[in-house]
C-alpha cells in the first residue's frame, strides 16, 4: 500500500476507482502569423466563438430542468463569449498585429481575468475563474480538440485533477463522483467549496497525484484524515468500509449541531474559532464566534513579487470585510528553509524547522517585517483585529516583537495614518520553551493561541514532514496534556485570553480534554466546527475536570484515545437510550 | 452624444444579474453606450456592452451614475438605461 497525504478540505470517506481526468492544457505561446492571413485567421476566431457558444447552449439546455442554478453559471459564460469589448481586442490583436488567434485569445482573457481579480467586491473577483474557464474552451476549439468532461461517467470513480474549474464541477455526475483528489488548491478553492457543498469528499493540494495514480486502480480515500490510499490491502478496504457506513450515520446527527450556541452539557459556553488562510468568503464564518487563526502565507506563496504594503493592506481589509464582524487574529509571516518564494531564495538549511523561521526570519529581516506589520496595522482601523507572532522561544523573542509594532505605531502616528490603538498583540505557543514559562511570557503579551501541530513536533522531537515516523507524532499523549494544562492555567491566572488554534482543537476527542483543563476558546477548520459542538454538548464541565485529570495520569496516547472513546461512546449511549424512552 | 446621470438603487448594485440585463438592454441599441461612476473623479467610461468591464467597476448601491451614448439612438438608448436603473432591476 503507498499513502499520500494531501489537505481534507471536504470530509468523508470514499473507495473506488481511480479517475484521472485531464482537463485541456492550454500550451500557448507569443507567435505571429505572415501577413495576408489576416482575414483568414479572424475567421478561425469567430467561428471558435460560434462553436463554444453552441457547446455551452447545449450544456444550459441539458441543465435547465434539473439544475437551473447551474445553468446560470454556463449562461454567464455564453456572455463572457459574447462581451463586445474581449472579442474586439482579440481582432485588434489578430487583424493589427497579426497575432496568432490561440495567443490573441489567451492574451486578452488573461487581462480582462485579471481585471476582475482586482475587483474589490470578492463575487466579482471569483468571477476571473469563468473568465478563465471561457478562455480554455476557446482555446480547446481552437486546437481541435473535443470536449472532454465529468458529466457521465460508467462507474463509481474518484476523479483525480490537477485542479477542478467550474465547468467541470457544474456538470460534474455526482451519483459517480464518490471522492476528489486535486494536485492544487486549498479548502477554500473553488473544488473544495463545491466538494463540500456537495458532500463529496476530497482531499486537495496532493502532488504529482494526476502522475501516481493510474485511472481504473482501486483507491481508498480518508478525506477526515487526508490520506489516499493506493493498492489498498484487504484489511484497509473492509476497515474503511465500516468507518464509510459509521461516518454517514454520524453526519448525520452531527450537522445539527452546526449553528448551535457552544455549550457543554452543564450549561457553561465555550467558544468556536475558524482558521482561514484567504481572504475569500467562507460559509463557517456564521457558525463562529471568532477567527483564531488568519495565515498569512498565501499573500507571500502566490505573488510573484515581494507582497507591498498596499497590497497586503487591501487583503487584510478584504478579509476583515469577509469575516462577517468575526475578531480576527493575524498571524504574521510564518515560513523558513522548507518554503521558497519566486522572488526571494531562502538558504537551505540542515533542521529548516529549527532554523531562521517565521518571527526569527522576520526580525532578520526588518523591512519585510515593517511592511507586513504597517498594512496589518492600518487594516485594524477597519475591524476588530489582533497580531500574533509565530514562533516564538523566549521573552526576549516577544519583546523583540512588540518592539517592532510600537516602532510601526510611532511611525504611522507621525505619519496620521488611522489604526486600532488599542490593538492587542500576542503570541503562538508552539516551542516548548516558551510553553515552560507560559506565566512570564503572560505578563508581556496580550493573548495566547497554541498551534498544537508545532508544539507536538517540538515536544516530542518528531519532524511531521517525514511520513516514516508519524507514529511517533502523537499530539494527543499525556505529556501534551501536561503542558497544555500548565499553559492554560498560567494564562487563565493571569486573565489573559488563550485559545488553541491547532488542529487538537477540531479533534472532537482532545476537545473534551482541552475544556476539562480549562481551555474556552477553540480555533479550528470548518468542518470540524459540528463535531466539536456536538461532543463537547454530551459532557458537564465537572466530567471533562474528572476526565482531564485521569488522562494526564495514563501512560500512552493509546490509552488516552481508548478511555476518551469509551467515555464518549457512554454517553452517546445514555443519549440515545433517552431518545427512545421519550418516543 | 447624449448624456444623463442617475444613481443605483438596488442593493445588489450593477453585479450579477442586474449587471447581465443591463448589459443586455444597451447591446440592443447601435450607439455606443458607456457607464461612469461620478464618485470617484476622472473615473474611466465602461463599455456598457462589456460584461466584464461593467462588474470591474464594481459598481455597488448608491454609486451615482452617467449614462452617455453616441450615435444615430443615443438619446432612446441613455432613456431606456436610466428606467431600466431607476427600476431597480425589480428589486424591492
Do not use: W
Not at chain 1, 526569527?360 to 507586513?372: G, I, Y
Not at chain 1, 519583546?399 to 504611522?412: M, T
Not at chain 2, 440592443?28 to 476622472?42: G, M, N
Amino acid at each position: 500500500m503507498r499513502i499520500l497525504k494531501g489537505n481534507p478540505v471536504s470530509r468523508g470517506i470514499a473507495l473506488a476507482k481511480v479517475y484521472v481526468y485531464k482537463a485541456f492544457k492550454a500550451d500557448v505561446h507569443e507567435s505571429y502569423f505572415e501577413a495576408g492571413q489576416e482575414a483568414a485567421r479572424y475567421k478561425q476566431f469567430t467561428d471558435a466563438l460560434a462553436v463554444a457558444e453552441e457547446e455551452l447552449n447545449t450544456i444550459v439546455t441539458s441543465l435547465s430542468a434539473d439544475s437551473p442554478e447551474k445553468a446560470k453559471i454556463f449562461t454567464a459564460h455564453i456572455e463572457i463569449l459574447n462581451d463586445e469589448e474581449v472579442a474586439e481586442e482579440v481582432k485588434d490583436m489578430i487583424t493589427s498585429s497579426r497575432a496568432m488567434p490561440d495567443y490573441a485569445v489567451d492574451f486578452v482573457f488573461s487581462e480582462f481575468a485579471m481585471l476582475l481579480e482586482k475587483a474589490k467586491d470578492p463575487l466579482i473577483a471569483a468571477r476571473a475563474a469563468d473568465l478563465r474557464d471561457v478562455r480554455n474552451r476557446v482555446l480547446r476549439i481552437l486546437k481541435g480538440e473535443k470536449e472532454q468532461n465529468l458529466s457521465s461517467l460508467r462507474e463509481k470513480v474518484v476523479v483525480v485533477a490537477h485542479d477542478l474549474l467550474p465547468s467541470d464541477t457544474a456538470t460534474l455526475d455526482r451519483a459517480h463522483v464518490m471522492g476528489i483528489v486535486t494536485e492544487v488548491g486549498g479548502a477554500t478553492s473553488h473544488t473544495a467549496i463545491i466538494a463540500r457543498s456537495y458532500k463529496i469528499p476530497a482531499v486537495l493540494g496532493v502532488p504529482s497525484a494526476t502522475e501516481i495514480m493510474k485511472n481504473g486502480e482501486p483507491v481508498v480515500l480518508d478525506a477526515l484524515k487526508g490520506l489516499v490510499m493506493l493498492e489498498p490491502e484487504r484489511e484497509t478496504i473492509h476497515e474503511y468500509e465500516a468507518k464509510l457506513v459509521q461516518f454517514l450515520e454520524d453526519e448525520k446527527q452531527t450537522a445539527e449541531y452546526l449553528d448551535r450556541i457552544p455549550l457543554v452539557a452543564s450549561g457553561e459556553r465555550f467558544y468556536v474559532g475558524l482558521n482561514i488562510g484567504t481572504t475569500e468568503p467562507d460559509e463557517g464564518f456564521k457558525y463562529v464566534d471568532f477567527v483564531g487563526l488568519f495565515r498569512t502565507e498565501f499573500l507571500y506563496m502566490e505573488s510573484e513579487h515581494m507582497p507591498t504594503e498596499d497590497e497586503q493592506f487591501a487583503a487584510y481589509r478584504k478579509m476583515l470585510a469577509n469575516a462577517m464582524g468575526n475578531p480576527v487574529t493575524l498571524r504574521t509571516l510564518d515560513i523558513g528553509g522548507d518554503k521558497t518564494l519566486r522572488y526571494m531564495t531562502l538558504p537551505k538549511e540542515e533542521n529548516p524547522f529549527l532554523g531562521n523561521r517565521a518571527l526569527r526570519l522576520c526580525l532578520d529581516m526588518p523591512e519585510l517585517f515593517k511592511t507586513q506589520l504597517r498594512a496589518a496595522l492600518r487594516a485594524s482601523a477597519f475591524g476588530e483585529m489582533q497580531i500574533m507572532f509565530p514562533m516564538v522561544g523566549t521573552i526576549d523573542d516577544i519583546r523583540a516583537g512588540n518592539a517592532a509594532v510600537e516602532e510601526v505605531k510611532a511611525e504611522l502616528r507621525a505619519e496620521g495614518i488611522p489604526f486600532d490603538e488599542k490593538i492587542n498583540v500576542g503570541i503562538m505557543i508552539e516551542i516548548p520553551s516558551i510553553a515552560m514559562i507560559a506565566d512570564l511570557a503572560a505578563k508581556e503579551t496580550d493573548f495566547a493561541s497554541v498551534g498544537t501541530n508545532d508544539l507536538t513536533q517540538y515536544l516530542h522531537a518528531v519532524d511531521r514532514m517525514n511520513p516514516k515516523i508519524t507514529n511517533y507524532y502523537q499530539s494527543s499523549s499525556p505529556a501534551m496534556f501536561r503542558i497544555l494544562g500548565r499553559i492554560f492555567k498560567e494564562y487563565n491566572k493571569a486573565g489573559k485570553p488563550v485559545s488553541v488554534c491547532g488542529e487538537l482543537a477540531g479533534e472532537p476527542l482532545a476537545a473534551i480534554v482541552l475544556y476539562g483543563l480549562g481551555l474556552r476558546k477553540f480555533s479550528m477548520n470548518a468542518s470540524n466546527i459540528a463535531h466539536v459542538k456536538r461532543t463537547l454538548s454530551l459532557f458537564t464541565q465537572d466530567e471533562t475536570e474528572e476526565i482531564a485529570e485521569k488522562v494526564m495520569m495514563l501512560e500512552t496516547q493509546e490509552d488516552v484515545n481508548n478511555y476518551l472513546k469509551a467515555e464518549v461512546a457512554k454517553r452517546e449511549q445514555k443519549a440515545k437510550s433517552a431518545t427512545v424512552a421519550k418516543k | 452624444m447624449y448624456s444623463k446621470q442617475t444613481v443605483l438603487r438596488n442593493l445588489t448594485g450593477l453585479h450579477a444579474r442586474p449587471a447581465s440585463e443591463f448589459v443586455a438592454c444597451a447591446k440592443t441599441f447601435e450607439s455606443k453606450v458607456t457607464v461612469k461612476r461620478l464618485d470617484i473623479p476622472d473615473a474611466a467610461e465602461a463599455n456598457a456592452k462589456s460584461i466584464i468591464k461593467i462588474l470591474a467597476q464594481g459598481l455597488s448601491v448608491n454609486t451615482p451614475i452617467e449614462i452617455s451614448a453616441d450615435g444615430p439612438d443615443e438619446e432612446a438608448a441613455v432613456e431606456k438605461l436610466v428606467e431600466l436603473v431607476d427600476s431597480k432591476f425589480g428589486e424591492d
